[in-house]
C-alpha cells in the first residue's frame, strides 16, 4: 500500500476522533475491522449476489470497507476512528497525533506548525458519476474549526495526485467500482446501496 493512498485515506477519510469526544457523539459511528465483514455483506448482497435491491451501510462500517479496498489496513483496535454522514457530506473529525508516521512524514515541516492535539475535521462528498463508478470528492479541511485555504489544499493534494494517478491528478477524487445498474447515495447516518429499479435479482 502506497504512502499516499494511505494518507488519503486516513486524513480524508478515518483520522481518530478528538480523546474529549470519546466516539459518544450522536451520528459518529467507529471505524473497525467487524465493520469490514458488515459493510462487505451489504455490498455482496445487493451489487454481487442481488438478493436484495437496496441497503445501507454506517458511516464508519462504509469507511472500514473502503480501507479494506484500498490496503490500508490494519486498523488498529481500538481505532478511535469515526464517521458521520449526512445527505450531503462524509465528515470526520481526528486529531495530529493520531496520524500514522507515514502520514505525517507526508506533511514535513508544515507538522512543525501544529501542536499534537490539533483537530482536523474532513468533508467527503458524491460527485458528478457515471455507469460502474462512484466518486468521492474531498472538498474541504478543518484545522481547529478553520477552514484550510483553497490555495493551500489545492498544492498539497495536486502533489499527492502527481505521484500517484490512481487519485487523479488533483489528489482529491477517489474512485470506487461498482456494477452498471448500481447507485451509491448518502443519508443521514448511512450510505445507502442499491439496484436501478426492475433490476433482476
Do not use: C
Amino acid at each position: 500500500m502506497t504512502v499516499a493512498r494511505t494518507s488519503w485515506l486516513l486524513l480524508v477519510l478515518v483520522p481518530a476522533l478528538p480523546a474529549h469526544l470519546g466516539g459518544q457523539e450522536p451520528g459518529w459511528t467507529p471505524v473497525s475491522t467487524a465493520g469490514i465483514a458488515r459493510a462487505a455483506g451489504r455490498v455482496d448482497s445487493v451489487f454481487v449476489d442481488k438478493l436484495i435491491p437496496t441497503s445501507s451501510v454506517g458511516g464508519g462500517d462504509w469507511v472500514s470497507y473502503l480501507a479494506a479496498r484500498l490496503g490500508a489496513l490494519p486498523i488498529p483496535e481500538p481505532s478511535g476512528i469515526v464517521v458521520a454522514v449526512d445527505t450531503a457530506a462524509i465528515r470526520v473529525r481526528g486529531r495530529v497525533t493520531d496520524l500514522p508516521a507515514e502520514t505525517r512524514a507526508l506533511f514535513g515541516p508544515m507538522l512543525l506548525l501544529l501542536d499534537s492535539t490539533t483537530t482536523l475535521e474532513a468533508e467527503v462528498v458524491i460527485g458528478p458519476s457515471g455507469p460502474g463508478v462512484v466518486k468521492f470528492v474531498l472538498t474541504t479541511i478543518r484545522v481547529n474549526g478553520y477552514r484550510v485555504p483553497e490555495s493551500v489544499l489545492e498544492v498539497f493534494l495536486a502533489q499527492v495526485g502527481h505521484r500517484y494517478p490512481e487519485l487523479t491528478e488533483t489528489g482529491r477524487v477517489l474512485l470506487v467500482a461498482i456494477p452498471p445498474d448500481g447507485k451509491v447515495r448518502l443519508m443521514p447516518d448511512a450510505v445507502v446501496l442499491s439496484r436501478e429499479e426492475g433490476a433482476r435479482p
